[in-house]
């Protein structure tokens, strides 16, 4: 949660290209808070239909090697 996917996601409402779709690589943790805290900035943002979270990547270097950009957010 503190890894700063909400700065991500501003950055993507905010890019000229409405095309662009964010996946989000990340397990289900907890009791899922996160996660709905980050529908919610989807929600709040107009980010429908742009960002997908996808639970769990069995082979990262694969998931690298199709994706146009690799964001990994941190906060400082």
């Given amino acids: 949660p503190g890894k700063g996917h909400d700065v991500l ?7 000229e ?4 779709v964010c996946l ?3 397990p289900e943790e907890g009791d899922g808070r996160w ?10 943002l107009g980010l429908e239909g742009r960002v ?3 639970g769990y990547a ?7 090697m199709i994706a ?4 990994a957010p941190a906060r400082s």
């Fill in 68 to 71: 146009d950009v690799v964001v």
């Fill in 52 to 54: 997908r979270f996808v």
């Fill in 9 to 15: 996601l501003r950055a993507l409402a905010r890019m």
């Fill in 35 to 44: 996660r709905r805290a980050l529908l919610r900035d989807v929600a709040a």
């Fill in 17 to 20: 290209n409405r095309q662009a």
């Fill in 24 to 26: 989000m690589l990340a």
């Fill in 58 to 64: 069995p082979d990262m270097p694969v998931a690298y």
